[in-house]
């Protein structure tokens, strides 16, 4: 079965830092662009940052930007995303999927959420 | 940025009634275009991909039509399990943009 599977979500003051992972499992990863897609309290869907198969092409929101950093381990089967510089605006449940540069978003996760508070 | 604007963002309808939901795109995205579904919390599944094509496992009374900037998600005869929030989405240049949601709500 096809699956992807979301961690490392938490509370975190503002101004922190936290780092996300996403282990893929069923599919052959490396063969496969993979994108965080957030989604705050009671909101619509905001794609956040999507990064090649191979890990050589990264994409980003303007509004992550210079913030967080998107990557993935292929031998692992795993894909990160490091957020620095958190504001409240980021609290969102972050959502893993497989795809989104030459394809849909094809297979989810169920999310992990991120909550910037102090 | 390409701005997708969903309409209507409330629909309310019977079991067995048609659902016609509407996405415009503030310039061409060709039939770069996909429909997912969310239901109260899980993650959203994608429905149809390239403007017109059911994903896997999606039931033909789902289905969706259109190219260029106007797309339409038609629902033939609404299930139980239908109801839900419905997004648009385009991958056609960056950043990949969703509209903002129609939220298919039991009358």
């Known amino acids: 079965e096809e699956q992807v599977l979301e961690s490392g979500g938490g509370l975190v003051q503002p101004g922190g830092s936290l780092r996300l992972s996403c282990a893929a499992s069923g599919f052959t990863f490396n063969n496969r662009a993979m994108t965080w897609v957030r989604q705050a309290p009671g909101r619509g869907l905001e794609w956040v940052s999507t990064i090649s198969g191979s890990g050589d092409t990264t994409f980003y929101a303007d509004s992550v930007k210079g913030r967080f950093t998107i990557s993935r381990d292929n031998s692992k089967n795993t894909l990160y995303l490091q957020m620095y510089s958190l504001r409240a605006e980021d609290t969102a449940v972050y959502y893993c999927?497989?795809?989104?540069?030459?394809?849909?978003?094809?297979?989810w996760g169920q999310g992990t959420l991120v909550t910037v508070s102090s | 940025e390409t701005v997708l604007t969903q309409s209507p963002a409330t629909l309310s309808l019977s079991p067995g009634e048609r659902a016609t939901l509407s996405c415009r795109a503030s310039?061409?995205?060709?039939?770069?275009l996909a429909w997912y579904q969310q239901k109260p919390g899980q993650a959203p599944r994608l429905l149809i991909y390239?403007?017109?094509n059911r994903a896997t496992g999606v039931p033909a009374r789902f289905s969706g039509s259109g190219s260029g900037t106007d797309f339409t998600l038609a629902i033939s005869s609404l299930e139980p399990e239908d109801f839900a929030v419905y997004y648009c989405?385009?991958?056609?240049?960056?950043?990949?943009?969703f509209g903002q949601g129609t939220n298919v709500e039991i009358k």
């Open positions: 989405q385009q991958r056609s240049d960056w950043p990949r943009t």
């Open positions: 310039q061409s995205v060709s039939s770069y």
């Open positions: 390239d403007a017109s």
């Open positions: 999927a497989r795809g989104g540069h030459r394809s849909f978003f094809d297979a």
